[in-house]
């Protein structure tokens, strides 16, 4: 069974920075791509931030190019984001992303509010 949980958020100012953690088991976590998606209050999920299996190519939604970064550890089989310079539209809940195929699983998600 896939799961993952997701932790590390928190109330933070604005300019503040975040270090989110999802800690993966359930599935051979080297093997697959990952990523971070968010949901802001009324709003949609957005995809945030991409990362291969190997942990050597990742992508960013314009809204957070510069300021978050993606990484992994695979003998850990834990997925991170650093978030810096926060903003107030960052705030949302964040959840770690698994594809295979056409499913997305998620976590339950960790909520980041940015607020002065």
């Known amino acids: 069974e896939v799961q993952l949980v997701e932790s590390g958020g928190g109330l933070v100012q604005p300019g503040g920075s975040l270090r989110l953690s999802c800690a993966a088991s359930g599935f051979p976590f080297s093997s697959y791509a990952m990523s971070w998606v968010r949901q802001a209050p009324g709003k949609g999920l957005e995809r945030v931030s991409g990362?291969?299996?190997?942990?050597?190519?990742?992508s960013y939604a314009d809204s957070v190019k510069g300021r978050f970064s993606i990484s992994r550890d695979n003998a850990k089989n834990t997925l991170f984001l650093q978030m810096n310079s926060l903003k107030l539209e960052d705030t949302a809940v964040y959840h770690c992303?698994?594809?295979?195929?056409?499913?997305?699983?998620r976590g339950q998600g960790t909520q980041v509010t940015v607020s002065s």
């Open positions: 990362i291969n299996s190997a942990g050597d190519s990742t």
């Open positions: 992303n698994l594809r295979v195929g056409a499913r997305d699983f």
